[in-house]
């Protein structure tokens, strides 16, 4: 950044500081419209997200048979088992896919519709994804289904990038933590409910499964009818729009207060702040040796989060409650102890990580799930037997679940408030993880310097999403192939991220950026001199100005475009 940005930055700092001490409490901050606007773009948004995630565990066995009546129909012999799995694991793991494309579409979107308005258009694919894949089984069309569930992953990278934007531009500062917190709540709120209305009671039978997907028009609906009562981003309006008036309305609508002048003057000064960062693209970023190995580090961290067996669970977990042994009758409602261990996790996970730091949480969460792996394994081996080990074996997933939640996936949303006031661009990104915002977002953020962190996004999202395609796609395969031991696979990978983690990666808690670069020169092959021309001035700088300028490009729009 060029030197004549640092007196707006600090100026920003100084009233940052001097609005916590003169704001109001965090409870008056929280008004009518703000609470309406994030429920509402929550349950259209990452409801849905999280909802479509389970909501292909419930029905798999009678989608395959209509897979398989389809097939029949059409070419006069049932369909083989190795096709049938393969069209069943592309249907599950195709949303993924759609989630990525949503995802690098939604930047121009954004720009040029605002937050608000691009989260209604985003309904459009929402109920068409919902009449396809109800209307499948009608239709005697299984493609249905599956375009359904491209469009549908669409509708979710989309939303999962423009809400956090809307959210963190319309919200006070004091409580934009909390804010994001409702989003990654809904998220887990909507896995469970998945599992809740797959139950035989509701629509897990053979002739409502249908009503599963139908059922996503509701929450697509809620937010067409109350989001256009609720104003657009004011800090949209205000640098995209340059509508003063209308931002000074949406302010005062969202804050509850008539003076909003510092909100306005804030938002000018971080867009002149922001202005002076030139951004690096991705080929840039990649060929700059001093962070070669952070650059190295997200992949591999972002590689086994998604790659640790907790996406194969929310996908397949009636098949894998099956495998160990759990009567048929009874597994829908063991799984819903999946989906309330992660709803509890995400209410109370966020407590940790400034305790105990970014290192001991990844590498002990990948530990801990290595165990539970290996006893599962050991569970499922002998559970023919020993009558009690199908108990075990649920005791283990569970654990593997709340495992994965304290460590790698742990919300970070209460970090964030503390350290950038902002929901940070790790949020931004999450949507090209599943929107969670675990720790391997926090670290991508931590690592790189403001002008590299969009390019660094991407490639850490871009991992996320394909990694977790991969899983959707190939367990089905790997179950079959290895049967009890399948899950030794996923106990490698943490294995191997753990080590990796163990020798590679610096503890970043309380350090500046400075610090973290200094703890990877070695590695790098660079000296330290040569570790801090790589750095604008600005990275030197206090650390207190670094998350001032840190959260200038978070909320400055144009940055935010550039991650997705």
Same mark, same amino acid.
């Given at each position: 950044?060029?030197?004549?940005?640092?007196?707006?930055?600090?100026?920003?700092?100084?009233?940052?500081?001097?609005?916590?001490?003169?704001?109001?409490?965090?409870?008056?901050?929280?008004?009518?419209?703000?609470?309406?606007?994030?429920?509402?773009?929550?349950?259209?948004?990452?409801?849905?997200?999280?909802?479509?995630?389970?909501?292909?565990?419930?029905?798999?066995?009678?989608?395959?048979?209509?897979?398989?009546?389809?097939?029949?129909?059409?070419?006069?012999?049932?369909?083989?088992?190795?096709?049938?799995?393969?069209?069943?694991?592309?249907?599950?793991?195709?949303?993924?896919?759609?989630?990525?494309?949503?995802?690098?579409?939604?930047?121009?979107?954004?720009?040029?519709?605002?937050?608000?308005?691009?989260?209604?258009?985003?309904?459009?694919?929402?109920?068409?994804?919902?009449?396809?894949?109800?209307?499948?089984?009608?239709?005697?069309?299984?493609?249905?289904?599956?375009?359904?569930?491209?469009?549908?992953?669409?509708?979710?990278?989309?939303?999962?990038?423009?809400?956090?934007?809307?959210?963190?531009?319309?919200?006070?500062?004091?409580?934009?933590?909390?804010?994001?917190?409702?989003?990654?709540?809904?998220?887990?709120?909507?896995?469970?409910?998945?599992?809740?209305?797959?139950?035989?009671?509701?629509?897990?039978?053979?002739?409502?499964?249908?009503?599963?997907?139908?059922?996503?028009?509701?929450?697509?609906?809620?937010?067409?009818?109350?989001?256009?009562?609720?104003?657009?981003?004011?800090?949209?309006?205000?640098?995209?729009?340059?509508?003063?008036?209308?931002?000074?309305?949406?302010?005062?609508?969202?804050?509850?207060?008539?003076?909003?002048?510092?909100?306005?003057?804030?938002?000018?000064?971080?867009?002149?702040?922001?202005?002076?960062?030139?951004?690096?693209?991705?080929?840039?970023?990649?060929?700059?040796?001093?962070?070669?190995?952070?650059?190295?580090?997200?992949?591999?961290?972002?590689?086994?989060?998604?790659?640790?067996?907790?996406?194969?669970?929310?996908?397949?977990?009636?098949?894998?409650?099956?495998?160990?042994?759990?009567?048929?009758?009874?597994?829908?409602?063991?799984?819903?102890?999946?989906?309330?261990?992660?709803? $509890?996790?995400? %209410?109370? !996970?966020? &407590?940790?990580?400034?305790?105990? #730091?970014?290192?001991?949480? =990844?590498? +002990?969460? @990948?530990?801990?799930?290595?165990?539970?792996?290996?006893?599962?394994?050991?569970?499922?081996?002998?559970?023919?037997?020993?009558?009690?080990?199908?108990?075990?074996?649920?005791?283990?997933?569970?654990?593997?679940?709340?495992?994965?939640?304290?460590?790698?996936?742990?919300?970070?949303?209460?970090?964030?408030?503390?350290?950038?006031?902002?929901?940070? $661009?790790?949020? %931004?990104? !999450?949507? &090209?993880?599943?929107?969670?915002? #675990?720790?391997?977002?926090? =670290?991508? +953020?931590? @690592?790189?310097?403001?002008?590299?962190?969009?390019?660094?996004?991407?490639?850490?999202?871009?991992?996320?999403?394909?990694?977790?395609?991969?899983?959707?796609?190939?367990?089905?395969?790997?179950?079959?192939?290895?049967?009890?031991?399948?899950?030794?696979?996923?106990?490698?990978?943490?294995?191997?991220?753990?080590?990796?983690?163990?020798?590679?990666?610096?503890?970043?808690?309380?350090?500046? &950026?400075?610090?973290?670069?200094?703890?990877?020169?070695?590695?790098?092959?660079?000296?330290?001199?040569?570790?801090?021309?790589?750095?604008?001035?600005?990275?030197?700088?206090?650390?207190?100005?670094?998350?001032?300028?840190?959260?200038?490009?978070?909320?400055?729009?144009?940055?935010?475009?550039?991650?997705?």
């Amino acid at each position: 950044m060029e030197p004549a940005a640092a007196p707006e930055a600090d100026t920003l700092v100084a009233r940052e500081a001097g609005g916590r001490c003169a704001g109001r409490s965090a409870s008056s901050n929280w008004s009518g419209s703000l609470i309406l606007a994030s429920l509402t773009g929550a349950f259209g948004s990452s409801f849905l997200y999280g909802y479509n995630l389970s909501v292909v565990n419930a029905p798999a066995v009678y989608i395959k048979k209509f897979y398989n009546e389809t097939w029949e129909r059409r070419y006069g012999f049932s369909v083989d088992e190795s096709t049938l799995t393969l069209l069943w694991s592309v249907t599950v793991s195709i949303f993924a896919i759609g989630g990525l494309v949503g995802a690098i579409i939604v930047t121009p979107i954004v720009k040029f519709f605002g937050r608000k308005c691009t989260l209604l258009l985003n309904n459009v694919f929402a109920v068409t994804a919902a009449i396809l894949m109800s209307l499948s089984q009608l239709a005697g069309s299984f493609e249905m289904l599956i375009l359904g569930r491209i469009i549908m992953g669409v509708d979710a990278g989309i939303s999962l990038s423009a809400l956090p934007m809307y959210l963190s531009e319309i919200s006070p500062k004091e409580i934009r933590g909390s804010l994001g917190q409702v989003t990654a709540i809904f998220i887990c709120v909507g896995v469970f409910m998945g599992q809740v209305l797959g139950l035989p009671e509701i629509f897990g039978t053979e002739s409502r499964w249908p009503f599963l997907f139908g059922v996503i028009v509701v929450p697509a609906l809620v937010q067409i009818v109350i989001l256009p009562f609720l104003p657009e981003s004011p800090r949209y309006l205000l640098l995209e729009k340059h509508n003063t008036s209308k931002a000074e309305k949406a302010f005062q609508t969202f804050l509850r207060k008539d003076d909003v002048s510092q909100e306005v003057e804030e938002v000018l000064a971080e867009s002149r702040v922001q202005r002076n960062t030139k951004l690096v693209s991705v080929l840039q970023l990649l060929r700059t040796r001093a962070v070669r190995w952070q650059v190295i580090t997200v992949v591999v961290t972002m590689g086994c989060y998604q790659l640790c067996g907790l996406n194969a669970i929310w996908y397949y977990t009636n098949n894998i409650f099956s495998e160990a042994g759990i009567n048929s009758k009874t597994i829908p409602y063991v799984t819903l102890s999946t989906g309330a261990v992660e709803t $509890l996790a995400a %209410v109370s !996970s966020g &407590l940790v990580i400034e305790r105990l #730091g970014r290192r001991p949480l =990844l590498i +002990g969460g @990948f530990g801990l799930m290595i165990v539970f792996f290996a006893v599962l394994t050991v569970s499922l081996t002998l559970q023919n037997n020993v009558t009690w080990l199908p108990y075990l074996s649920i005791f283990c997933i569970l654990a593997i679940i709340a495992s994965f939640c304290i460590g790698p996936e742990n919300r970070v949303f209460e970090l964030l408030r503390k350290r950038y006031n902002r929901i940070a $661009l790790c949020m %931004v990104a !999450s949507p &090209l993880n599943f929107g969670d915002g #675990g720790i391997p977002f926090v =670290l991508t +953020g931590e @690592f790189f310097q403001q002008s590299q962190r969009p390019a660094a996004f991407m490639v850490a999202g871009t991992v996320n999403w394909l990694c977790n395609f991969a899983v959707g796609l190939l367990f089905p395969f790997i179950q079959s192939g290895l049967q009890n031991y399948c899950f030794l696979v996923f106990a490698a990978i943490c294995f191997a991220g753990a080590t990796y983690l163990f020798f590679v990666l610096p503890e970043t808690k309380n350090k500046t &950026l400075s610090e973290i670069s200094h703890a990877f020169a070695k590695r790098n092959k660079v000296s330290l001199e040569m570790q801090e021309m790589n750095h604008y001035p600005e990275e030197r700088k206090s650390s207190a100005e670094q998350e001032s300028n840190f959260t200038s490009s978070v909320d400055n729009g144009e940055t935010k475009h550039a991650i997705v």
